[in-house]
């Protein structure tokens, strides 16, 4: 959980909060008190971060109007109107952005191919709410093609791509979604996919948990149809745990967030990335030679060290865990307190999952110019409201970076507010989504076709035999050849040619 | 001066030679037809690439109104109107740019620090004409502060940041420039800079040789005055060493385009973050796996290199020279023809300063997606023009992103048409920038005060000692402590204790 | 227990896994025909992997007589004949040795401290069966300064280092081990440690299970006393489990072979040093430049790899498991089939633990000169025995070092005949076998304290807070600081302030 | 040969220097103040050194008797006794060696092969000096099949490797030369090759000078046939800058040290590798999480550098020079003094040719267990006769590994004592001898035919178009593949399309 999908921020600001809780909220959503904690009632992705799906997003925007989506008449080119988007008109530049993902979600183009024959879904009703991106589209117009019925929300008032959204609604797909909902309008989309005269869902696809939660408590009598719910998010997830160990659970729920693919590449693969990219579209500094310290070296921390090393900065590691202490000191990183090192760095950024890492007690120390950003959970891991004082002096120099100035002109040039850097300041490869995509798909595959039994009123993990799939399905993008075991190598290792082929404990 | 790198290869090609000859050529400066045209005869920066300067270039250009700047009537606050910028107010937005520079330029705020009591360019009255930039303008008040008045004019029509433009006027600079000057514009400009009643520059700062040549031209007599010239670009080096064997220079002037510290940093090191900056702010794309092709194992080369191996791409190196050859294979590169490896591979780098690199037989064996882009000259490597046949859609979509479309559907992906990456599409550090700036402060200081007869009307190299020294000022930034010679290890050695320490042919 | 890795991996060949089973297996320990076949059905550590402890293994044994140290009679200075090595004289060498195994055994030297008020293993008496070398000998004299008596033998008839063993008797541990015990010796010694007058162990550690399988055998009963075992082999787990399974384990054991440390260290990070190293000593070959291919990419395929390519080499990689195969995508491997470069390249390294991954077929591909080596499971993976045919021709030159020629010349290098080239050829740095060392003591001392009932009959792996404990112990070699956790952090997330720090499904 | 620099240790030991200086020098010999100073006048491979040419090197040692050469009667199996060799019956294992070694010097064998036809140095008659390793008998015969004669002695009184000698001496080569020459016969010898009845020089290849001074002193008239001297150490290379300063050079000469692919070679990439092997063979130390601080940061600094920062040490770097200082820093390591890191670093690594560099003061201040090595210059880096004092013991724990004790029990690791690691410790892959040899062959071959008038009585650089033919002969041991420039392309670069392709201030 300290990990990674950091991405589906979650924050304690009650006004965003309030957007979406409800007044008579069960009690089992209620009761948050411990590891999680507060931060798992709500999602919501800060404005800002939104920009940073598609450098393409905001191309049509300027010239949208103001009315409200929910007030228009609008129609497809077949006549179609079983949707609500910003602009139907649209469609024709999220095709593109679509067209553009496909390029790089191998695996689930590969799924349509196979399923040409059996259509794997055929039958299914897929409700879904998830951000709402080309990739997501994607895997929209998967299921689609695997023989599934979609209907579709966003998860996130800031996140829709409108462009996409409309190329969803024109190709058939009743999309209820648009960038800058209100807190209404995110129920009524919800409602609207769910609350349909003839059209019953038997599947759910939901990120976050806030479809599910609906579904509980308006049509809780939907459940008796539905074979299972496919979860994505931590917070989700820990949804899905609670209600499971109240006994609540009343369908089979598959966690897909914690499968070795999706892990290591959200977190290891894709941080190892974005985090120069996130420091370079902000500040354009150089990285050689800084100094840097990395607050963390778990996945993202890992990540974090190898980029900024290879790039020719010094970096120094904090942890509290000896283990990856050990390990980061293996890996030739000198591990420190902040103390030790907040005086002469010229980076800090935390990956801990942890909260106020960074204080203001460490700001104060800070040199001149240093960076601070945070590549970890949510915004808590820097006691950014601690900066929020009279003498402070806040100047904002670039679209997510702030300045913030001391009485003695000391400037420390805080990013994105201390919200994810990556979501926030740089884009997430698309790559990287259709691991997670692919799992999603087949998660579902696996819960619509699996014998009665199979799977009970629980959350299970992906089957590690899918999840050697879906890493199989992406190998070709990498012209990566895989060796077969011969029948006399499977038999003297004791594994099934197929796999799967590692004890589930195993480390990667 | 962003001009940077071996790129700007001097070449026997007669027609680039003659244009770069100025005896008798007016048609020279008189054909210059398309916007790009004019400029791309000896730098090629693209109007596209000015984006990239600052990140926070654009923020008030929108508000901008179309009169001609020539025509407007503007003062500054303190009354002063000896200058001409786009917009006398925007001064505040570029103080600050100039003051985040100013940060990452320590050196030359080291070199004002140390003038407080002696200037060492009391008296010098400089005319410059180089990109006018934050960057630049940190220069030209280190120039201030070490004594010298200066008059600046842009050398790049398109370059300017009005903002820093105007800051510069209102900190009193007579600065003549602004972002989409016409031709005429360009030159009205240099020379309001150097024809002035009761003002006659004693040096010259030139980037590109275009103020030289005007003042050859225009103003002979004012060389009577000069005491040297400093060049930066390789067009304008190689332009002096055309006068020096014409036996017209009748200045000393200095080459500061070959000093250690500006190559190292201009190609290998800020090759290594660029390459990467540029690639994703176009493309968002997944290093990890992908396989690439870097045409070129010069400094550009090794740094595109090194950093695309540290973060997970498989690459392979094409090279005609045998030593580089050799480098590539012991860094650990599979050294191939480009024909063996391209329709294989993912990204197509070219950095090898030659023209026709990438040829349209190669594009048309790329596989589907394939991106292509130019880190090295011009915008010679790859053979744009060839894809502008009937046959083939060009789709552009995003700035500085082309898609290619082969009747067959195959698209690639080319960046920035085929000019410099980085230049087009990424920033340039600061950092980097202020080892220039520093060089070029230094080269004045050295021509203006050096006794008469140790300079004669030729062209020269920075003194070992003086790039040492360039060197030496940037060390505090990475707080980093020089460990200095005993007189006994100076005697062991033949070395005196303050440098220089190497050999002229010394290779770093 | 340098039986490293997930090399003796489990597996279903009924032949394998009836040998380490011994209901009424008489037949098992009667057929050991030749020297190596003896010890190689539990741990393959062949004869000439037995230089490779220490550098410094074999300056005294030129000297040594031929008399069995059976038939000695030998004392030590105090007088004490308690033991049976090779010769006692040689005390000094190996105490040098242990002296210098000290300094890099950190976390020993730290119990043997905190021991210094209460001794946690006051009362225990340990019989132990392990390699003796002098960071064994740390530990034997750690575990006496924690309160216990030992009493030891070897685990392997060649790996017995004679000096320390020398110096251990001298220092009054009863030692019964010498290099180059026949099969006969090495049950002899086992049983003098164990068939004591006066004394009966009441803790066992074992590695390989031979001790453990003697007392089953030999004096069952003396399981009545005995609080636990501790095991470290693959091959003793492995039976351990066997005996659990089989509802014959009579006391509870300790697995400390799972333990993340020492899979970490042992694999990922002692690989990476141990494949140059030992390529390095067999070849003096220069890596830049050089095409490898490894084949398996778990922990000691990393290892290897990131080190190769580190040093210049052009590494491929093969893999069955479509998960760890994406890794080395990643990574930035070119995943292939083991034939598509057999021809090109020039080392070959297994890293499977599989059989035949390296087949005659391929050897007849190989270029000629290329380098096969083993890195992963005992000597199974390269089919050596194919190589044994007459028209093939071998020729040793340098130890461990075979050329093998075809009829057409062509030569092929095989190191170490396919056995470990890391055992057989480098030296495992004292550092790794520390932690180890380590987590064999603190689970010596977990099972001799735990409150009845804590373990049942049955196999634990250590407690994770244990794993953690070995880890910290180890951070003050590298100066490294950890950080605490505030009381605030703990409960934000909800964690013990003291560990442990993850849950138990973490991959780090 | 064995190349470069560092290596040939000089040292100001009266006893060796006298052993190579004569009575009555010449003048030019004894005034070398300056630069290179003492060191210049006598080279000297300490025995130790001399195991690490090859692993295979001591095989027959043993067995040998102790009758001097000189005093045995030795036939070839053909009769010929022009030789003088430690044991012409060896000759079976050292044409093994050179076998091996004909593997990894494919340019030489290359050359043979193009030989086939023209015969470059048919009529040559070559009087070498070197060291006479397998890699040089790889040399001389290819000087043979190139069409020359041959007569040899040894540069050094240690080197010899007696089988090589008498594999050449069985192919009928006059070798002079064995393991253990006093100083009397190591001068003898090279009077036999250069006073032979019927028989005269006209090309020397000479290693340290002392062949080319014998002829200067013995046989003056000599040269008048003498066409050129190719000298590869920098101590002859010194030797013959001098006598051409003082007008005494009567003859062309080569120097072939700087090169650039030999000083890449024998500089990054070779010690990039021999740091790692060097510490390992010597101390077996694990090199993750170490702390190092490496001094000097030129070529060899920098392949140190990045080696131990690949195998996760920590790097600390200390410099004179500002230019390699700031390179140090944008490639990610801290730059020191020696004294801020003294106290806390596991092992330090002098590159810095300078003298001192590790005071009596550096190494009192050191941890416990401290590394003490250098890859530098000679023996004068660390200041070891410092620890010559009464309060310190030394106990030599390995060979080349001496552990120095202070009164409080601290131990310092010296390694070689102070020697050159990597020749003494290590072994120099054949691969970088081959460079220098193919550098030799064709210094040799240029200078035979070079048309009357082209070279003078200077010391010239071998012309960079061999430099990049040296190097191409390497490429296809890689299987590289270069790519050749079109016409086109040539003239757009000004290039001749064979090259040379770079100007010669090019710093690769």
Chains 1, 2, 3, 4 share one sequence.
Not at 381 to 392: F, G, K, W
Not at 436 to 453: D, H, R, V
């Amino acid at each position: 959980m300290l990990s990674n999908k950091k991405k589906y921020i979650v924050n304690g600001n009650s006004g965003i909060k309030a957007q979406i809780q409800f007044a008579d909220q069960k009690q089992e959503f209620n009761k948050r008190p411990t590891k999680i904690g507060r931060r798992s009632l709500s999602r919501s992705i800060s404005q800002s971060s939104t920009d940073s799906y598609s450098s393409a997003a905001s191309y049509t925007d300027s010239s949208d109007d103001e009315t409200s989506p929910r007030d228009k008449q609008q129609k497809n080119s077949k006549g179609n109107s079983d949707f609500c988007v910003k602009n139907i008109k649209q469609a024709e530049f999220g095709r593109r952005e679509i067209e553009i993902a496909e390029q790089e979600m191998p695996a689930l183009m590969a799924l349509r191919k196979r399923a040409q024959g059996e259509k794997p879904l055929a039958g299914a009703k897929i409700v879904g709410c998830t951000h709402i991106t080309a990739q997501t589209a994607v895997l929209m117009e998967t299921l689609g093609a695997l023989g599934a019925q979609c209907r579709w929300a966003a998860c996130n008032i800031y996140s829709t791509l409108n462009e996409v959204a409309a190329a969803l609604a024109e190709s058939g797909f009743p999309v209820f979604a648009w960038k800058g909902e209100s807190e209404d309008d995110f129920w009524w989309c919800i409602d609207r996919c769910v609350n349909v005269e003839g059209w019953q869902p038997n599947m759910i696809l939901d990120d976050g948990g806030d479809l599910t939660h609906w579904i509980y408590k308006k049509y809780p009598n939907m459940f008796k149809k539905i074979k299972g719910i496919v979860e994505e998010s931590v917070t989700g997830v820990h949804r899905l745990y609670q209600l499971s160990k109240a006994g609540k659970l009343c369908v089979p729920a598959m966690n897909v967030n914690d499968s070795v693919t999706k892990q290591k590449f959200d977190n290891l693969y894709c941080c190892r990335e974005s985090i120069l990219d996130g420091l370079k579209r902000t500040t354009d500094m150089m990285f050689g030679g800084k100094q840097v310290v990395v607050c963390g070296y778990g996945e993202v921390g890992k990540g974090c060290c190898a980029a900024l090393k290879a790039m020719g900065s010094i970096v120094y590691v904090t942890e509290i865990d000896p283990i990856c202490a050990l390990q980061a000191c293996m890996d030739g990183f000198r591990l420190v307190k902040l103390n030790e090192v907040i005086r002469q760095v010229d980076i800090v950024i935390t990956c801990t999952g942890n909260k106020n890492v960074v204080t203001r007690e460490h700001l104060d120390r800070m040199k001149n110019s240093c960076i601070v950003c945070n590549m970890g959970h949510s915004n808590t891991e820097i006691d950014v409201a601690s900066l929020r004082t009279p003498e402070l002096t806040w100047e904002r120099v670039r679209s997510q970076v702030d300045h913030v100035i001391w009485p003695d002109g000391k400037r420390i040039v805080l990013l994105a507010e201390g919200r994810l850097l990556n979501l926030s300041c740089s884009t997430v490869p698309t790559f990287v989504l259709s691991i997670t995509a692919t799992t999603q798909a087949l998660a579902l595959i696996e819960l619509y076709n699996a014998p009665e039994g199979r799977y009970k009123q629980d959350v299970y993990l992906l089957p590690k035999k899918m999840d050697e799939y879906v890493a199989s399905l992406h190998l070709p993008t990498f012209d990566a050849h895989l060796t077969e075991l011969t029948d006399e190598q499977a038999k003297y290792l004791g594994l099934n040619k197929n796999g799967p082929f590692k004890p589930n404990y195993y480390r990667y």
